[in-house]
């Protein structure tokens, strides 16, 4: 059965060790990691895995910059960031590092606006920033997780089959896909369809409601989504990416957990 991660949550503990401990009492299996942990803090994790037994087999946002940048010098902080979490997630054991092409840097929002930069000069800088990170990637065991983000938070990439482009021109073997549900659910025509379509370079999904919250307090059929998860032969991570709802966050949010594990546990069993 697939494993369940969780980004981090304000009701968890500050200190890690601690933190890590809730991530496994609120239902999950990791934690995927805040990289600032990786780039501010490194001594610390390796420590609190240590002692807690408690994986973070990837790490999401912390870094300066994007890797699509409009600026130079932040994007060359984003590449340095993301290429630090990757040997250092290497040393934990992890697997890889979440990055869009940028998040907020400019979105497709009315009113239109033109962007400071060409079409081209977007797919130049990025192609640029994947071929990089994928040779760091590709030294360190690891795997960069490619992340299509829904236009009113940014331009650059919004869907799985932009992503899927920009591997395939590049030819990156260590970028794939993080599908994320909830940014598929308005830039996609057909969820399931998209993932059974690039099933060979999904690697990683993030999972929250079509409100943006915790899985199974809005809409989505996320039995279907798991489904098809199990159709294509996903092999990868789950992760909750979502803000939580209710007046007890906390026992939303392991009911949230308790309700996606039982979905995993009824879909794998019936094969």
């Known amino acids: 059965?697939?494993?369940?991660?969780?980004?981090?949550?304000?009701?968890?503990p500050p200190a890690l060790?601690?933190?890590l401990r809730a991530v496994r009492e609120a239902g999950f299996d990791g934690l995927e990691i805040d990289g600032k942990w990786l780039l501010?803090?490194?001594?610390?994790?390796?420590?609190?895995?240590r002692d807690t037994g408690v994986p973070v087999p990837t790490a999401c946002g912390g870094y300066r910059g994007w890797i699509?940048?409009?600026?130079?010098?932040?994007?060359?902080?984003?590449?340095?960031d993301v290429a630090l979490m990757l040997r250092r997630l290497a040393e934990l054991g992890g697997s890889g590092v979440v990055v869009p092409g940028a998040w907020g840097?400019?979105?497709?929002?009315?009113?239109?606006?033109?962007?400071?930069?060409?079409?081209?000069?977007?797919?130049a800088a990025l192609l640029d920033s994947l071929g990089i990170l994928n040779d760091v990637a590709g030294q360190v065991g690891q795997t960069l997780y490619l992340e299509p983000l829904n236009r009113y938070e940014d331009h650059l990439i919004n869907t799985v089959a932009r992503a899927r482009q920009y591997i395939e021109q590049g030819q990156f073997a260590h970028v794939r896909?993080?599908?994320?549900?909830?940014?598929?659910n308005i830039e996609e025509a057909n969820t399931?369809?998209?993932?059974?379509?690039?099933?060979?370079?999904?690697?990683?999904?993030?999972?929250?409601?079509?409100?943006?919250?915790?899985?199974?307090?809005?809409?989505?059929?996320?039995?279907?989504?798991?489904e098809t998860l199990h159709e294509i032969e996903y092999q990868?991570?789950?992760c909750f990416e979502c803000r939580v709802l209710g007046p007890d966050p906390a026992a939303a949010y392991r009911t949230a957990a308790a309700h996606i594990r039982g979905l995993l546990r009824e879909t794998w069993a019936a094969s």
Not at 40 to 49: K, N, P
Not at 177 to 184: F, T, W
């Open 1 to 12: 059965m697939l494993e369940l991660l969780t980004q981090d949550k304000d009701f968890f």
């Open 17 to 19: 060790a601690a933190k």
């Open 40 to 49: 501010h803090e490194f001594e610390q994790v390796r420590r609190a895995v």
């Open 68 to 80: 699509g940048d409009f600026n130079d010098a932040k994007r060359q902080h984003a590449l340095d």
């Open 105 to 123: 840097m400019f979105s497709l929002r009315l009113p239109p606006m033109t962007p400071p930069r060409s079409p081209a000069g977007d797919e």
């Open 177 to 184: 896909i993080l599908a994320d549900v909830y940014h598929m």
């Open 192 to 226: 399931q369809q998209t993932m059974r379509e690039n099933r060979a370079l999904i690697r990683h999904v993030h999972f929250a409601d079509n409100h943006r919250y915790e899985p199974g307090s809005g809409q989505l059929d996320f039995r279907a989504v798991l």
């Open 236 to 238: 990868g991570r789950i």
